[in-house]
C-alpha cells in the first residue's frame, strides 16, 4: 500500500468512529501529497468543507474535475462553497467553460442561476442549456424536473428582457405537458398571470385540476381574476381585491392592471391618470386590452406600437385587425377577376414564381430553382393549362438574388425571350456570380439553360429602383419598390392595375442588419392582396434573441473554440449571410489591427464579398469586408491542393472558415472543410441559416447522427456542433404585424411550411401558434396556406382554388 493509500484509510477509518481530531491530521497529510485519487479528493473536500476551509475545497475540487471527476460530485459542492465565500465571479465561469459542464443540465443549471444573481448576462448560456435539455428530456420522462426546473428559469430570463411572446413560448411547453405538474403548480400560475396566460387555466381541464393545487394566496388570485373575466365580480370583492396585499412579486406588479379591468368589469369609470400608469405596462397584453376597452379606436396608436409584445395572443391579432378594419383606410376593391398562381415556393422554400393576373394583365414574380429534388425548374406547364403564353406576360420582376427566386430566370428567357424581366441594379450584379456557379452543381439540361442564355438574360435585365410603370395591352401596371431588408438589393414590390393593388413583400426582414437596413413601409400603406412569405412562421427560431444577441453568441461562440485551440467552421450563404458575419467580426475587433485568430473565406463567399464592398463604399461605410486579416483561402492553394492547405492549416488551429454552401453540399467548400474538421473534438461547425432537411446539415444540427456523409465518404462527428441565430427574414411577431397593417382583403402565405405544428416534448396543445393560426382564427378575411402549382381565384369575398397535377 503505498503513502497516499494508507493516509487515506487511516483518515476514513478514524472519521468513522468519530475519532476526528485523529483524522484531521491525516487528511491534512494527505492534502500535501500528490497524484491524489478522485475517490481521495472526493473525501478531502468533504472533510474541508464540514471545518469550513472554503479556499482549500475550490482547490481540491478543481483538481478533481481538471482530472476528470463526477462532475455531479463535484460542482454542487464547488459552487456553495463559492457562493459562501464570496470568491471572484471569473472562477465560477471558469468552471462553466472548462469541465463540459454546459452539457450536464443538472450541474448547469445552478452555475447559472448563480451566476445571474450576481448580475452576470446568462441568457445565451441559459438557450444552450434548454436546448441540451430538451433533447435530454425527449430522450428519457427521467429529465422531466431538470428540464421543467431550466424552463422556468428561463422564462423569468425572457421576461426580464420583456420578450414576451418568447416567455409565452416556454411557459405552454410546460403548461400542455402531459404530466403531474402539482409540485410546480404555483410556479407556472404565477408566470401565467405575469404573461397573461391565465386563460388558458380557465378553459383547459388539466390546468383547471391543476388550480386546486394552488397556495392560499395564488388561489385567491385565481378565483377573483376569473369573475372579473366573466364580469361576475361585485364592487366588495373588487374593493377587497384592491386591498390585499400580495407576497409574489409577479403577482404583486399585476395587481394594479388587475385593479383597473376589475373596474371595468363593475362598470366604473377609469382616470386619465389611472390609463396613463396602465400605459407604462406596455409589453403586456392586459394594459393594451385596458387602454383599448377604454379609448376605443383612440388606442390604437398604442397597440400599433407595441403589437410585437402580444403578436402570438390571439385575442391581440383579433383586436387589432378589428381596429384597423373600423379606421377603414384605403377604399376596398371588386377582386372578382383578380388570380393568383403559385407556379413555387408556396408551402416550401425554394422555386418561388407567382403569376399575377388581372382582369387579363399578367406579371411574374419571381423565377426561382427547387433547392432540393428531381425537378429544379418550376412547372411552367400550368401556363399552358390556363392557355397564358410568354406573349401574355408583361413583364418578370426578381426580387433578390438567391437562387430560389432568381436562378429559373435564365430557362425563362430561353422559352420566352421578349418577355421584359426587371429587378434593382445590386440583383443583377449578384445574379451574374450566383447564377454563373449554379454550373458547378448541375448540367445546362438540368436547369434548362446554358451559359450562353445567363448573359443574353442578364444582358435583357432592365435595372430599376423606387416607382415605374409596365405597359400591359390597354393599360399599365404601376410598380414600387420598397427596399426588403433581406439582403443587398432585395426589394418588396407593390403592383396596381385596374384600381386593385398587390403587395408581395419577397423574403423581408423589419431587423437591420450590418449590411442592409429593415424593411421600412409607409404608415399609410394598405393593400388589397398580401402576398407574404412566412419562412419562420412556426418555427420559433427567430423570436428569441435581439440582433444584438445574437451577434453576442456568435463572437462568444468563436472566441470559445478559439480559446481551446481548435477551428470553427461557418457554413454560409455565399450571398448575405457571409458578409453579415464578416462585418460583425469588424465591428467587434474594431479595436485590433487585426483579428486574433485567422480568417479565412472561401467558396462563392469571395466574389459576393467583392461586389457588397463596392456598394457598401458607395453608401460611405469605410469598413472593407476583405481587410484586417479576412484572407481569401484560395491564394493560399491556387497553385497546390485545396486539401494540403486545408490539413496544413487546420493542423495549426485557431482558425474561422467562412465558406460556401451553408447546408453543407457535395462538393461545395464548406464541405470540403467540414470533413477534416468534423472528427476534431476540439473543433466546431456552426450554422448560420435555414438548413434543408434533405441536407447533412439538417441532420448534424439536430444532433440525429454520430456519422455523417460528406461528400459520398462517412465521417464521424466528434466536433461541437452549433447553431447561430443570425436570421435575415422576418419573425413570426414581425409577418402577423405587417399583415394586419396593411388591411388587405386577403393574405396569401407563401414561402413556408404554413401548417405544420412545432412539436416539444410530451406536451400536447398548440405550443408555439403559427403565423397561419393566429391570422386564419382571428381575421375576417381569407388566410391562404398557398401551395405549389395551385391556382387561386376571388368570387364575392372569397377565394377559390384549384390544383394542377400535371
Keep these: 500500500m503505498g503513502r497516499n493509500e494508507e493516509l487515506f484509510h487511516k483518515a476514513v477509518f478514524l472519521e468513522n468512529r468519530h475519532r476526528f481530531q485523529e483524522a484531521a491530521f491525516y487528511y491534512e497529510e494527505l492534502a500535501k501529497q500528490k497524484d491524489i485519487t478522485l475517490d481521495m479528493l472526493h473525501a478531502l473536500v468533504q472533510y474541508f468543507y464540514k471545518i469550513g ?21 463535484f460542482v454542487p459542492i464547488f459552487v456553495e462553497v463559492w457562493r459562501k465565500a464570496g470568491s471572484k465571479i471569473e472562477e465560477l465561469w471558469g468552471v462553466y467553460e472548462q469541465y463540459g459542464v454546459s452539457k450536464q443540465p443538472k450541474v448547469c443549471l445552478p452555475i447559472l442561476q448563480q451566476l445571474w444573481a450576481q448580475g452576470e448576462n446568462v441568457y445565451l448560456e441559459a438557450v444552450e442549456l434548454c436546448e441540451v435539455t430538451e433533447r435530454l428530456f425527449a430522450e428519457s420522462i427521467a429529465y422531466q424536473g431538470i428540464y421543467m426546473d431550466v424552463i422556468l428559469f428561463l422564462i423569468v430570463l425572457e421576461i426580464e428582457k ?15 405537458l402531459q404530466s403531474d405538474l402539482s409540485n410546480k403548480a404555483d410556479e407556472l400560475f404565477v408566470c401565467s398571470v405575469k404573461l397573461d396566460l391565465l386563460e388558458e387555466w380557465w378553459k383547459n381541464e388539466n390546468l383547471k385540476n391543476l388550480s386546486l393545487c394552488l397556495c392560499e394566496e395564488n388561489w385567491d388570485f385565481f378565483l377573483i381574476v376569473q369573475k372579473m373575466h366573466q364580469r361576475k365580480i361585485t364592487k366588495e370583492e373588487w374593493q377587497q381585491f384592491c386591498q390585499r396585499t400580495f407576497v409574489d412579486p409577479f403577482l404583486a406588479e ?17 382616470s386619465s391618470q389611472e390609463i396613463e400608469k396602465v400605459k407604462q405596462f406596455h409589453t403586456h397584453w392586459l394594459a393594451a386590452k385596458i387602454v383599448v376597452m377604454v379609448d376605443g379606436l383612440k388606442g390604437y396608436d398604442f397597440l400599433h406600437h407595441h403589437f410585437i409584445h402580444y403578436a402570438d395572443v390571439g385575442e391581440s391579432v383579433r383586436i387589432f385587425h378589428r381596429l384597423e378594419k373600423t379606421r377603414g383606410i384605403g377604399k376596398k376593391h371588386d377582386l372578382d377577376q383578380v388570380t393568383i398562381t403559385v407556379l413555387g415556393g408556396g408551402e416550401k422554400i425554394g422555386g418561388s414564381s407567382i ?39 408583361d413583364a418578370l420582376i426578381i426580387t433578390h438574388a ?32 450566383i447564377l454563373a456557379d449554379l454550373f458547378k452543381q448541375y448540367r445546362a439540361e438540368e436547369i434548362g439553360f446554358d451559359e450562353a442564355d445567363l448573359y443574353k438574360t442578364l444582358e435583357h435585365i432592365k435595372c430599376v429602383r423606387h416607382s415605374f410603370f409596365i405597359p400591359s395591352k390597354d393599360d399599365e401596371w404601376k410598380v414600387t419598390f420598397y427596399y426588403a431588408g433581406h439582403i443587398l438589393g432585395a426589394v418588396a414590390v407593390l403592383l396596381e392595375i385596374k384600381g386593385v393593388s398587390i403587395f408581395y413583400t419577397g423574403d423581408f426582414s423589419i431587423t437591420d442588419q450590418k449590411t442592409v437596413k429593415g424593411m421600412v413601409l409607409p404608415s399609410n400603406l394598405h393593400v388589397d392582396v398580401l402576398i407574404t412569405e412566412n419562412t419562420y412562421g412556426s418555427l420559433p427560431m427567430n423570436a428569441c434573441m435581439s440582433r444584438k444577441e445574437q451577434e453576442e453568441q456568435l463572437i462568444k461562440q468563436i472566441k470559445k473554440v478559439m480559446d481551446r485551440g481548435g477551428n470553427i467552421l461557418i457554413p454560409a450563404f455565399a450571398l448575405g449571410r457571409a458578409q453579415e458575419i464578416i462585418l460583425i467580426l469588424h465591428e467587434y475587433f474594431q479595436s485590433n489591427r487585426f483579428f486574433p485568430f485567422f480568417v479565412y473565406i472561401d467558396g462563392l463567399v469571395v466574389e459576393v464579398s467583392h461586389i457588397y464592398d463596392s456598394y457598401l463604399s458607395l ?40 465558406a460556401s454552401s451553408g447546408m453543407l453540399a457535395d462538393g461545395s467548400a464548406s464541405s470540403r472543410y467540414a470533413e477534416r474538421i468534423v472528427s476534431d473534438k476540439k473543433s466546431a461547425i456552426a450554422f448560420s441559416g435555414y438548413v434543408d432537411e434533405e441536407s447533412a446539415g439538417h441532420s448534424l444540427l439536430n444532433h440525429q447522427v454520430n456519422m455523417v456523409k460528406l461528400n459520398g465518404r462517412l465521417y464521424a462527428v466528434e466536433a461541437e456542433i452549433l447553431s447561430i441565430r443570425l ?18 382583403s386577403a393574405v396569401f402565405l407563401v414561402h413556408g411550411d404554413h401548417e405544420r405544428k412545432y412539436s416539444v416534448p410530451r406536451s400536447q396543445g398548440e405550443v408555439y401558434p403559427t403565423v397561419f393560426s393566429l ?32
Excluded at 399585476?254 to 377609469?270: C, D, R
Aim: charged share 25%.
Design 53 to 73: 476551509n472554503y479556499e482549500k475545497v475550490l482547490s481540491l475540487a478543481k483538481e478533481a474535475l481538471e482530472k476528470g471527476g463526477d462532475l455531479e460530485k
Design 162 to 176: 420583456e420578450n414576451f411572446p418568447q416567455a409565452r413560448f416556454h411557459l405552454r411547453k410546460l403548461l400542455f
Design 254 to 270: 399585476k395587481q394594479f392592471l388587475y385593479m383597473v379591468y376589475g373596474k371595468l368589469a363593475i362598470g366604473e369609470e377609469i
Design 355 to 393: 403569376l399575377i393576373s388581372v382582369k387579363g394583365h399578367h406579371i411574374l414574380l419571381d423565377a426561382g430553382i427547387y433547392l432540393e429534388g428531381e425537378n429544379v425548374i418550376p412547372n411552367y406547364a400550368l401556363l399552358d393549362q390556363l392557355n397564358i403564353s410568354g406573349h401574355d406576360i
Design 402 to 433: 438567391h437562387i430560389d427566386h432568381s436562378a429559373a430566370a435564365p430557362y425563362l428567357h430561353r422559352k420566352y425571350p421578349n418577355m421584359p424581366i426587371y429587378a434593382t441594379e445590386e440583383t443583377k450584379q449578384l445574379m451574374e456570380v
Design 619 to 658: 453608401e460611405g461605410k469605410h469598413v472593407s469586408l476583405l481587410t484586417k486579416g479576412i484572407w481569401e483561402a484560395r491564394s493560399f492553394y491556387r497553385q497546390g491542393s485545396l486539401e494540403e492547405f486545408i490539413e496544413r492549416v487546420m493542423s495549426q488551429g485557431k482558425n474561422c472558415i467562412i
Design 727 to 744: 436570421s435575415a427574414h422576418a419573425s413570426r411577431e414581425e409577418v402577423i404585424k405587417n399583415a394586419v397593417s396593411l388591411n388587405p
Design 775 to 806: 391570422l386564419k382564427n382571428n381575421m375576417t378575411v381569407p388566410v391562404i396556406a398557398a401551395k405549389n402549382h395551385t391556382v387561386y381565384t376571388f368570387l364575392r369575398g372569397e377565394v377559390f382554388e384549384w390544383r394542377y397535377n400535371g
